[in-house]
C-alpha cells in the first residue's frame, strides 16, 4: 500500500498532512500550512493559478514532504450530489442499472463526469443510493495544476467523507443520526449521517469570511484588520457575539432547514451535532447552534487533540485545529 499526503485546497489556507496511523495512535509526521489571499479561490474555482500555485509550492518545500503522492478532496459547488432510488440490489447491480440510467439521474453527459456512490438502505428490491459525482473537467483541472507541480494524486474523495474517516478512526463508528457542519470560509458543508452512512450534503453559504466581514462593516476597519480582531491578535471594545447574532441565526436558520428537508427519510431524532473547520471556532458560535439545534449533543471536532505530534510542529497544528479534519481524513487513505 502507498501512503498518501493529504492535501486540502480551501479558499482561506493549503493544508497538507503526513501521518502514520498504528493500532496505538495517529501519528502527524510533517504539516505543511500556509494563507491564500481571499481573492484567489471564490466558490470553490482557482481565480490566480499563479499564486495558488506558489502557495502550494511553499507549503510542500518549507516542511520539505518529500513525499508526493496525494489524496485530494473535492467539495462545494465542484461537487453534485444526488439521492436516488434504483431498482436494484448489491454494489454490483445498482452499479450497471446506474450506468444504463445515467442520464435520468445526472444532467450532464456520461462521458464528462466522474462518479461513485454509497448505498444508503435496500427494501424490496429496490436501492436507495447517494450518488456523488464531479465534472471530469473540474477534476482534471486540480489534478493537471498538481501535476504541473510535480505532485501526484492518486485518490479523490468527497470532503464530507474525508472528515468522517477522521473522526471514526478517532472515536469509532457513528451510530443514529449525526450532522457535520463543516465551516470554513466561503461556506459550510452541511451533511447528515445516519448509522454511518451520509445521506444528505448540502453547501450553505455562510462561513468565517462572513463573521469577519461583519466586523469589517460594523467597526469600520479594513479585512485584515478585522480578521485580527475575530481571531483575538487585535484588541476590539465591541462585543462580537452580539455583533455575529444575525450571521449565526441565518447559518442556524440554514442548518435546521436542511434538517427539516431529510424529515422523513431519517429518522427524526438528531442524536448528535458535529461542528469542525475553522469557523467552527467563532466565538459563540457553538453556544448559539447548541440553544438552536434540536440535538441533543453538539461538539466542536479537533482531530489535533488526538493526535502525537513533533513539538516543533504542535503549536501550528494547535492554531489550525478543527480546520485540519478534511486534510487529516484525506491523509489516512492509503492505495494500492
Ligand atoms: N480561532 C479562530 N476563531 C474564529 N475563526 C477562526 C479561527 N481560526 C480560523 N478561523 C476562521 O476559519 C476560516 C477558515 O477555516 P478553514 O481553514 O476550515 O477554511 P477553508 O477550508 O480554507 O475554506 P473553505 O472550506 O470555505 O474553502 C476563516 O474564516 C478563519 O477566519
Ligand atoms: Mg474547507
Redo the contacts with the bound molecule.
Sequence with gaps: MKKLIGL?I????VKAVDIKVSSKDIEVKNFGYDLLSRES?VEGEIMDTNLVEEVIRTVFTNRKIKNKNLSISISGRNLILKAVTIDAVGEEKVRNTLEYEFPNHIPYEREDIFYDFSIVSEEGGRSDVLIAAAKKEVVNSRVNLLKSLGLVPLAVDTAAMAIQNAYQAIHGPLSGTVFIA?I????TSFSIVVNGVPKFVREIPV???HY?DVIAKELGVNYEVA?RI??GEEKSASDLEELFDATNQNLSNQMKRSLEYIKGTAPLMINKGILT???S???GLMDFLKNEMDASDIEVFNPVEFVKAPAELLPQLQKVGP?LSVCIGLAMRKVR
Design positions: 486540502d480551501g479558499s482561506y489556507s479561490i463543516d470554513g470560509a466561503e461556506k462561513g468565517g469570511n469577519t480578521e475575530k481571531l473547520g475553522g469557523g471556532l467563532t466565538p480546520a
